[in-house]
C-alpha cells in the first residue's frame, strides 16, 4: 500500500515589544515522539494501492523582546536593539495528530512517518533559529531614532514572512510525503547542512561559535527557490 500524509504548517514571527528578559532561543533540538501527538486519531485507513492521511505536524515559531533603547551616554541620543529578544520554536499538540492505523503499520513504516513529521518540526526549528541569529546581528548597530531600528527588524522579518508553509508544501511534494526514500534523503541532508554548516564568510556568536547556515541558502544552493 502506498501510504500517504498531509503537510505541517508553521506561522512567521509576530514581532512585539516586552519587559527585559535574557536572549533566548527556545525549543531548538526537540526530537519528537508519538506521544507528542495524543491520543491516536481514528481515520479511514487506505484502501489497496492507495494513500490516505496518515500524520500532521504543526510547529510555528514566534519572536518577542524586539524594541529600541537609548544607549547610555551617548550624545546627541542613539539607539540600539534590546537584550531581550526571545524567540519560541513550538509543537502545537492541539492542531497535530497521527492516525490510529498508523500503529497497525510495521515499526520500519511508523519510523519513517514519524521521521518526515520530525523534517516539518525542523522547518520552523530553522526558520526560527535563522531569525534570531539575524536579528541578534542588528545589535552591533547604532541608530540615530527608533525608527530606523524598526525598518531594520522588519527588514529581517520580511526575510522569513510567508517562507515557512512554502517550505512545508515543497518538502511534502518532493519527498511525497516521505514516500520517496531518495528524495526524504535529500531534504534530510538539506536539515543536516543547516545544522551542522558554518556561514561563509564565517559569522560568529558572541561566544565564539560559529553560526550555521540559514535553511533558506541551503535550500536555494540546491535549487529550491520559493
Do not use: C
Not at 205 to 222: E, I, S
Amino acid at each position: 500500500m502506498r501510504l500517504g500524509r498531509p503537510h505541517d504548517s508553521s506561522v512567521h514571527p509576530s514581532l512585539v515589544t516586552r519587559n527585559r528578559l535574557p536572549p533566548q532561543l527556545i525549543g531548538l533540538k526537540r526530537v519528537l515522539t508519538w506521544t507528542d501527538f495524543g491520543t491516536p486519531a481514528r481515520k479511514p485507513a487506505p484502501k489497496p494501492g492507495g494513500t490516505a492521511p496518515a500524520a500532521f505536524t504543526y510547529a510555528q515559531y514566534a519572536a518577542k523582546g524586539i524594541g529600541a533603547e537609548a544607549i547610555p551616554g551617548s550624545k546627541p541620543v542613539r539607539y540600539r536593539l534590546k537584550d531581550a529578544v526571545t524567540v519560541t520554536i513550538e509543537f502545537v499538540k492541539t492542531k497535530s495528530w497521527v492516525a490510529d492505523w498508523v500503529f497497525k503499520e510495521p515499526t520500519s513504516f511508523q519510523n519513517d512517518l514519524l521521521a518526515h513529521e520530525q523534517g516539518h518540526y525542523l522547518v520552523a526549528t530553522f526558520m526560527g533559529r535563522d531569525l534570531f541569529i539575524d536579528l541578534m546581528q542588528l545589535k552591533t548597530s547604532e541608530y540615530a531614532a527608533p525608527g530606523q531600528l524598526t525598518t531594520a527588524v522588519n527588514a529581517v522579518n520580511a526575510r522569513y514572512s510567508g517562507k515557512s508553509n512554502l517550505i512545508h508544501r515543497r518538502y511534502d511534494v518532493e519527498t511525497r510525503s516521505g514516500l520517496d526514500p531518495v528524495k526524504q534523503a535529500r531534504g534530510d541532508g538539506f536539515f543536516t547542512q543547516a545544522f551542522t554548516t558554518a556561514r561563509s564568510p564565517a559569522q560568529t556568536a558572541p561566544d565564539g561559535t560559529p553560526y550555521k547556515l540559514r535553511l533558506l541558502d541551503v535550500l536555494k544552493a540546491g535549487g529550491i527557490t520559493l
